[in-house]
């Protein structure tokens, strides 16, 4: 048999990236390695599970029975730990050598723990009783293990990560505080104004924020932690959750040779720029400077790299993507994107806003020679379809901007009837599903929301574009005749 495709990583990127290739070729041989014991799943949803709205099945992507009926070999709970470029092999931690024609990096990323003292001082030096890195399922569930019969808990890092266990842990019951060094939350999505109104939703929610403070160690008594060290005090907690952000993991890459930034360097084919045989893509890969860090680029990379390995589309390139940020947890609904932190005086800018804080509401919209560069919706997002197509395709906008803001001020706005909503709209920005290609399904037969989710995958990402689905399922429906795509 031939030398196939081998991938590292099973993973939202790696495990797209296997039913990718198995739907155009059913023919080429494919091995995939996860070091997690279970099908792969949905990180992004991992706030419910956490939250107890979701159990761990309900996010699967792939049943195990896939893989054989599929013909995949995977090698799920099994790790890859050496690549040896030379002779073209995977070492895995079971002992096994696996040579590849084509050899894929989807590896992923790690959570950063920050060295502070009381980090190692768990049971052989890992992390302490109590105290949790926020990352993968098995995370979650220690982190529910830990919050059974807790009353308090601390979450370090108030960026996407910190919210959204912060939040899934006051579903649990728990007093939540929220230890952040910056001056407000999610610095690297929101601009100030935004940071104060998403602390003020948290707030009313149960979740208080502790801002511009360090924790200069975890407090910890024989073996368990009860709390954090600051700079100008302390925190008691049962559990602490340490979400302080992600690193690409490229320690094998490094080990292998291939060219590593932060991430590993490819090109617009996802090809390595060191070896040709082998491509990265998702949180572990850099193209053209730019790590991607959410789930939409790293499936757009997992299509592109399936037509380009089964010869589906020869031509497909990666040519960058733009990065939309969503948190859909329990009471928080943010859409943010692009440049949000300008403000009124940049002389190269419009900025268009609206807040509302006492209802939780932050509206803004940057403007650069008539396009949308930025934009943060929290609270209210029914414009976040119209503002994401605008921003992905550098519309010209109209003359009235609070269209921008507010559907049906505008034409371009997204109305509540789907009836007025452009077929180009995109309505899940995770798979890049517009409503032409749901209306589309619909004609080929799928009728209901499930079926349509099936054919089209919108929905399997954050899950936050569900309720637009519904609603043009349903009014696909009541229409006597199918509108054309």
């Known amino acids: 048999m031939k030398d196939g495709i081998v991938v590292v990583g099973n993973g939202m990127a790696g495990s797209r990236l296997v039913t990718g290739i198995r739907a155009r070729d059913r023919d080429v041989p494919v091995t995939v390695f996860g070091a997690e014991a279970e099908q792969p799943y949905n990180r992004v949803l991992l706030s419910n599970v956490l939250a107890g709205t979701a159990n761990p099945a309900s996010i699967g992507l792939v049943d195990p029975a896939w893989y054989e009926a599929h013909d995949v070999d995977a090698r799920l709970g099994v790790e ?9 092999v995977v070492r895995a931690s079971d002992g096994s050598e696996t040579r590849y024609g084509t050899l894929v990096l989807a590896t992923g990323s790690t959570a950063f723990v920050p060295p502070v003292p009381g980090i190692r001082d768990g049971v052989d030096g890992g992390l302490p009783d109590g105290a949790v890195a926020f990352r993968t399922l098995d ?48 610095e690297r999505q929101l601009d100030a104004g935004a940071g104060r109104v998403l602390a003020r939703t948290l707030r009313r929610l ?94 757009e990379q997992a299509e592109v790299l399936a037509d380009l390995l089964t010869g589906a589309d020869p031509s497909a390139r990666f040519t960058g993507a733009r990065q939309v940020t969503r948190l859909k947890a329990t009471g928080v609904d943010l859409v943010a994107m692009g ?22 509401t932050y509206k803004k919209v940057t403007i650069r020679d008539d396009r949308v560069v930025g934009a943060i919706l929290l609270g209210e997002t029914g414009t976040a379809g119209t503002l994401t197509t605008l921003f992905d ?39 890049n599903v517009s409503k032409g290609r749901i209306c589309a399904s619909w004609q080929d037969g799928a009728r209901t929301v499930e079926e349509v989710v099936a054919r089209t995958r919108a929905s399997t990402g954050c899950g936050g574009c569900r309720d637009a689905i519904e609603g043009i399922v349903a009014w696909l429906a009541d229409q006597e005749t199918v509108p054309t795509a």
């Not at 890859?80 to 073209?88: H, P, Q």
């Open 80 to 88: 890859a730990v050496a690549i040896d470029r030379d002779r073209r």
């Open 139 to 186: 995370d979650c569930r220690a982190i529910v293990a830990a919050a059974e019969g807790a009353r308090t808990a601390v979450v370090v890092g108030g960026g996407l990560l910190g919210i959204e266990a912060a939040r899934g842990l006051v579903g649990r019951g728990l007093s939540v505080t929220v230890v952040h060094m910056a001056g407000h939350l999610m």
């Open 206 to 299: 149960g979740v208080h924020s502790r801002l511009d403070v360090r924790v200069t160690a975890l407090n910890v008594t024989d073996g368990r932690v009860h709390g954090v060290a600051l700079a100008d005090g302390s925190l008691d907690a049962d559990v602490v959750v340490l979400a302080c952000g992600v690193r690409p993991d490229v320690a094998l890459a490094r080990a292998a040779g291939l060219a590593v930034e932060q991430g590993v360097v490819v090109d617009a084919t996802l090809t390595s720029v060191t070896d040709a045989n082998v491509r990265a893509l998702g949180e572990c890969s850099q193209h053209d400077g730019t790590v991607y860090g959410l789930v939409a680029p790293a499936w």
């Open 339 to 360: 440049e949000t932190h300008h403000g009124d005086d940049d002389p190269d800018v419009e900025v268009v806003r609206f807040t509302d804080a006492g209802r939780g």
């Open 393 to 431: 395709r550098a519309a010209p906008l109209p003359s009235d901007r609070l269209g921008l803001l507010f559907s049906g001020l505008a034409s371009v706005a997204e109305a509540g009837s789907p009836v007025r909503m452009p077929d180009a709209a995109t309505v899940c920005q995770c798979n």
